[in-house]
């Protein structure tokens, strides 16, 4: 069985879909990935040993120069991606056997485009829920288009939503389509979607309820980490008492220096040492006391079970993994999925929910003396053993199925 596996986002985006290609490498079926073509991406895919194939623009550039929540330049950027999945990924699809494509709406409906043209299945798999419609919650808003705060009724704001998916990239996809002979579509984000969408989060920490969408919740799809921790860190581990770590992975900051300096004094006041991880926000230490340590990209799996709290933005993975690890939580949400996963860390009491996206030293104080409470580690550490290992493996079956294979996989 031959895989394409095509993703279009930030390390979040990337990392869970490597996972699946390298267990399906595992058990004895080729796959590649298609992804964005910054360099920190192809360095970890190479590592792994996946063929990759770079697709579309870099993202943390897009990413770091694009205001959240502004449409200014939208539908260039949908057009490129549109393109790329139509050229690229069609490509690199063209000997394969089932195509499973995750990202923003304008790559997955161009990818499921390419594999009715060449008549292969389509697969389409998200790595958290909100995006998925649900009489249960409101549709996310898109760039530039609110949704009317006073209408309640969540049914019709999800067909709302369907009706402003289609204003904002329908006329692109269907021209896209036209050139490869296919017909024009009625609703582009129930066609990227499909009626039996994927939801790759695990269970306890992301419980799904039935909807008219027939979701097939597989488990969060987690790469196993084995790389050792650099020598700094595990001399600054092994120096004292587990520190906090602070981080904010591919999320950028309005003002990092002042949530730098809000994380540190709060830690401080709890009398813990801090690790901060840069990421795209910029983080950096703000004095010379050496009971602080900045690192890189290091193996947050190894990295979280030696921590007494972690801080960060709430990303489906950081918030999987840190729960995996059963280790306390503070999540800081600065937006997308981030608030859902923020609100499931607190409902589970495995930490706290910080109150909007710019901390100060007290409101980190306050939420810190949550996350290190007694009663939390005991939460965190009962939940962590309750989380799925297997969601890959999951996936990779289901996959054997679509194309008839129908091999036993190996557990």
């Known amino acids: 069985m031959r895989v394409l596996v095509s993703t279009y986002g930030s ?96 790559a997955t409906a161009g990818a499921r485009s390419a594999a009715e043209k060449l008549g292969i299945p389509y697969v389409h798999v998200s790595h958290q829920p909100v995006i998925l419609p649900s009489p249960y919650r409101r549709p996310p808003a898109r760039r530039g288009r609110p949704l009317p705060m006073d209408v309640t009724d ?41 009626e039996r969408p ?7 920490l992301d419980p799904w309820r039935p909807t008219d969408l027939d979701v097939v919740q597989t488990g969060a799809w987690v790469l196993p980490d084995e790389r050792p ?33 809000a ?57 999987t993994t840190a729960t995996r690890a059963g280790v306390p939580q503070v999540v800081i949400p600065q937006g997308a999925d981030q608030p859902y996963w923020a609100g499931r860390v607190a409902g589970l009491g495995i930490g706290a929910a910080h109150d909007g996206p710019t901390p100060t030293t007290e409101s980190l104080t306050a939420a810190l003396r949550t996350a290190l409470a007694p009663e939390t580690r005991a939460c965190a550490a009962a939940v962590a053993g309750t989380v799925r290992p297997d969601g890959t493996t999951v996936a990779a079956k289901l996959l054997f199925e679509t194309v008839g294979e129908g091999r036993p996989v190996r557990s």
């Open 11 to 106: 390390r979040g985006s990337i990392e869970p879909m490597a996972g699946l290609a390298v267990r399906l490498g595992e058990l004895g079926a080729e796959a590649r990935v298609c992804a964005p073509p910054d360099g920190e991406f192809a360095e970890r895919l190479a590592q792994l040993g996946v063929e990759t194939v770079p697709t579309g623009q870099p993202v943390r550039r897009l990413v770091t120069s694009v205001t959240p929540g502004s449409a200014v330049g939208l539908p260039r950027r949908a057009a490129e991606l549109m393109a790329a999945q139509f050229d690229t990924v069609a490509a690199a699809a063209a000997d394969c056997d089932v195509l499973v494509a995750t990202g923003p709406l304008p």
């Open 154 to 194: 969540n049914r019709a704001l999800w067909d709302l939503d369907a009706r402003i998916a289609d204003e904002m990239f329908g006329e692109e996809l269907d021209a896209r389509r036209a050139s490869v002979g296919l017909p024009p579509l009625d609703g582009v984000r129930d066609y990227a979607f499909t």
């Open 198 to 204: 994927w939801l790759a989060t695990d269970p306890v």
């Open 229 to 261: 921790l650099p020598v700094e860190l595990e001399e600054f581990l092994s120096a004292g008492t587990p520190p906090v770590y602070v981080g904010f992975g591919s999320t950028p900051l309005g003002d990092a220096a002042s949530v730098a300096r």
């Open 263 to 319: 994380a540190v004094e709060a830690i401080r006041a709890h009398g813990h040492r801090a690790v901060l991880s840069p990421g795209w926000a910029g983080l950096a230490p703000i004095d010379d006391r050496d009971d602080c340590l900045t690192v890189g990209e290091v193996n947050h799996q190894a990295l979280f079970r030696r921590a007494a709290a972690v801080v960060h933005h709430g990303s489906a993975g950081t918030t």
